[in-house]
């Protein structure tokens, strides 16, 4: 009796010995699971931390980028390039211009004399827009009748051309404020903007993505090349085929080609059917400069890959490389607007080349001797790109 007696305290109100153990048996677990989780961390961390590539690549492009966000992907628009078409040779006149020419925003570089002149100085890019002060501007001012300036833009960047318009006409305006007289009509600005009348910003996005796009998937596939193979422990393998380094290097860049040109086409075919963007120069020139702009991009991602040991350094690089390429590439940020490091930087990418002659072919006819000026840069980078990739990808057979 006093056994059941004891059983019935037991399952009734009495605590389980069992139950005592457990809460303790839980908390060891936990604490098991904790340091597994921190032993694999610690790991990990030291495995990162003692590879000298990855660790380059943790510390380093942080830094880079800060810099390079920091002072090359500005929005604001300074020095615009502005060229001078003067056709009254009155005082209001050269007030009007002298306001341009000592605003923050513009920079007088050119003095036009007609509008073969101005024409030209837009199609090269040597201006940005172009100020037009008609015969009659000075007679109107003094006359109280409505005075007209015009001013031409570039509108291949619709983004800058709308903000040059708007700090065109903030200095109309508080000229206008100003002028002697009464009752006389305020002066007006009249703009064109070339080659996108109405600033569409797809008609500047899409062609630019066409060099975007392609680079980036072209320097990625050519940059897993070698180093997938070394992942996957098939690198031996290929040193021992009968293979000479100049056959791997070209069997090595075909694909990121192929690859790439097919993506630029993509592109290309929805820009023109789906968005109805306007192309107006050679389509078989814009082709034959994609394939030599795309083996530059082969080239440097052959580079990363002769280097790379695996897969993810391989990745990391190619986005290390690519994200301060785009920024300085004008694609966004306006190039003129960065300081002269950055411009001086600037040259040696590829893409801010092909930007210009894929926005010039679909935008405006681009003429062929125009087209050349701005491919020859990117044949140089391919040469210099291709020579360093030899060395790479021969170091790393023999």
Same mark, same amino acid.
């Given at each position: ?88 040779? @009155? ?17 007088? !570089? ?97 062609? @630019?993505?066409?060099? !975007? ?45 192929? !690859? ?37 991009? !082969? ?100």
């Amino acid at each position: 009796m006093g056994r059941h007696f004891a059983q019935s305290v037991w399952l009734g109100g009495g605590r389980h010995p069992g139950r005592r153990r457990h809460a303790p048996r839980h908390s060891a677990a936990s604490r098991l699971m904790f340091q597994r989780v921190m032993a694999l961390l610690t790991k990990e961390l030291t495995g990162l931390w003692k590879d000298r590539h990855t660790r380059f690549v943790i510390l380093v492009p942080p830094l880079l980028q800060v810099f390079v966000f920091a002072y090359a992907a500005t929005y604001d628009v300074r020095d615009v390039a502005l060229g001078i078409w003067n056709d009254d040779a @009155g005082v209001q006149s050269a007030e009007l211009v002298r306001r341009f020419a000592a605003s923050p925003a513009f920079h007088a !570089v050119a003095s036009l004399q007609s509008p073969a002149g101005a024409a030209a100085a837009i199609d090269a890019r040597q201006v940005a827009a172009v100020l037009h002060v008609p015969q009659t501007y000075s007679a109107d001012v003094l006359a109280g009748r409505d005075a007209e300036v015009q001013l031409l833009i570039d509108g291949r960047r619709s983004n800058t051309a709308l903000l040059v318009e708007s700090y065109a006409t903030q200095i109309v305006a508080e000229l206008s404020a100003i002028q002697p007289g009464e009752g006389k009509v305020p002066l007006t600005l009249v703009t064109r903007d070339w080659f996108n009348p109405t600033l569409e910003s797809q008609w500047f996005i899409l062609p @630019g993505l066409v060099a !975007v796009l392609s680079l980036m998937i072209a320097m990625l596939v050519s940059a897993l090349s070698l180093a997938r193979e070394r992942e996957l422990g098939t690198f031996e393998q290929l040193l021992v085929t009968p293979l000479r380094p100049a056959e791997i290097l070209i069997g090595k860049a075909l694909p990121g080609l192929i !690859v790439g040109w097919i993506d630029a086409n993509i592109v290309i075919l929805a820009g023109l059917l789906w968005f109805k963007l306007p192309f107006l120069g050679s389509m078989a020139m814009l082709q034959a400069t994609l394939v030599l702009y795309l083996l530059a991009g !082969v080239a440097i991602g052959l580079v990363i890959s002769s280097i790379a040991r695996t897969q993810q350094q391989a990745m990391l690089s190619v986005f290390v490389i690519a994200s301060p390429m785009v920024v300085l590439s004008g694609y966004a940020a306006p190039i003129e607007n960065m300081p002269a490091l950055a411009e001086l930087v600037s040259r040696a990418d590829p893409i801010r080349w092909m930007l210009i002659i894929a926005r010039g072919l679909f935008l405006q006819d681009l003429p062929a001797c125009l087209v050349l000026q701005y491919a020859w840069p990117i044949a140089l980078i391919g040469l210099a790109s291709f020579a360093a990739a030899w060395v790479a990808v021969r170091r790393a057979v023999t």
